[in-house]
């Protein structure tokens, strides 16, 4: 079975200042998926950032981008010019290739990242 | 708008009264899944869907059960609950067909059973 860390479970930092979340996951597969959500204290989920397992290149979205480190199993989370409004829980989740059909995410326990004015 | 909604967002209950969270979506999306969410835990699968009459179990499938009769319904249906079950439960949808497995999340719905 797939698993996730998220060894951080709470991160501050100040506005505008860069950060990173770590996230290491644990599998067999060769093929999968992996994501970011935000979820803001809305409870909504919001997808930030995916990432292909087959690409190297990194994913960047704006001011997300992520470090994807296949051989090491890390999947880390740097959140450029941080503002208020990326004040939320952060779930990393993998996705192993579903070509039986479950698109089951296998979620991380969450980092919660507080941006101070 | 294109989304994915559920009822109730909030419900308190009493042990071993039935109760029915729906969810729907509008974008005609074959795949969708309950989540719960629980402190500490992050999210972990209870059911999925396929396609219509499609169902499967996921990590966590006691107590709960599924159905899905139309391609935009999949309500959550517990029969007996119990205060195990009290969490903030997700529904969740993707268009499948070969990716990017890209999945949309409903509002969420904070169940208590007390």
């Known amino acids: 079975a797939q698993t996730v860390t998220q060894s951080q479970p709470e991160m501050s930092v100040q506005e505008a200042e860069t950060v990173t979340l770590s996230c290491t996951y644990d599998t067999s597969e060769n093929n999968y998926y992996l994501f970011w959500y935000k979820q803001p204290p809305s409870r909504q989920m919001i997808l930030v950032i995916r990432q292909e397992a087959y690409k190297q290149q990194n994913a960047t979205e704006n001011r997300f981008s992520v470090n994807f480190q296949k051989a090491a199993k890390s999947f880390s989370l740097k959140i450029s010019d941080s503002q208020l409004g990326d004040t939320a829980m952060y779930f990393c989740?993998?996705?192993?290739?579903?070509?039986?059909?479950?698109?089951?995410?296998?979620f991380g326990t969450g980092t919660r990242l507080t941006i101070i004015p | 708008e294109a989304q994915v909604t559920q009822n109730p967002r909030y419900l308190i209950t009493v042990t071993g009264k039935k109760l029915t969270v729906t969810c729907s979506q509008n974008?005609?999306?074959?795949?969708m899944s309950w989540y719960r969410q629980d402190p500490g835990l992050g999210l972990r699968q209870i059911y999925y869907s396929m396609n219509v009459e499609v169902t499967d179990k996921g990590d966590v499938p006691e107590g709960y059960k599924v159905s899905r009769k139309e391609k935009r319904n999949f309500p959550l249906i517990l029969e007996s609950p119990s205060p195990n079950q009290t969490s903030l439960y997700f529904c969740?949808?993707?268009?499948?067909?070969?990716?990017?497995?890209?999945?949309?999340f409903g509002p969420g719905t904070r169940l208590t059973v007390t």
């Open positions: 969740a949808s993707s268009p499948s067909a070969g990716g990017p497995y890209e999945q949309y």
């Open positions: 989740a993998f996705m192993r290739n579903p070509l039986f059909g479950n698109e089951k995410l296998t």
């Open positions: 974008m005609n999306h074959e795949y």
